[in-house]
């Protein structure tokens, strides 16, 4: 079976197939990083107590993932942005365990907010 050549990264370097330059991955590191800082804490985005009360109370009555493994993130269907109506609208509610939320879920919001 033929070995896929290495990439030539923007910087000069060559990168493995499958792999990541380290520049790169500063970059990214850099950018989250200034991200992080003009984010609103949890608690200003409106996770708060309350949220944790109902939070609690809605994976007691939905306590798996649509994979059948146990829930533990209680997720935002549509994106609530702030609005409060839509972030305690129940019924845009729906119960993910950790990976459907930080990885599936995360992939299809990054793709609806380029496409917009």
Not at 28 to 37: G, I, S, W
Request: charged share 30%.
């Amino acid at each position: 079976m033929p070995i896929r050549a290495p990439r030539i990264c923007g910087c000069g370097k060559a990168v493995p197939p499958g792999g990541r330059c380290p520049c790169r991955a500063t970059a990214d590191a850099e950018r989250k990083a200034r991200f992080d800082k003009t984010r609103p804490s949890a608690r200003a985005r409106g996770y708060d107590s309350d949220w944790k009360s109902a939070r609690i109370d809605f994976l007691k009555a939905h306590p798996l993932c649509r994979c059948g493994a146990p829930a533990t993130v209680v997720d935002h269907i549509k994106p609530h942005k702030g609005d409060n109506a839509i972030f305690w609208d129940r019924t845009n509610w729906q119960a993910l365990c950790r990976h459907h939320h930080n990885s599936t879920k995360q992939r299809l919001e990054r793709r609806a907010t380029q496409g917009a």
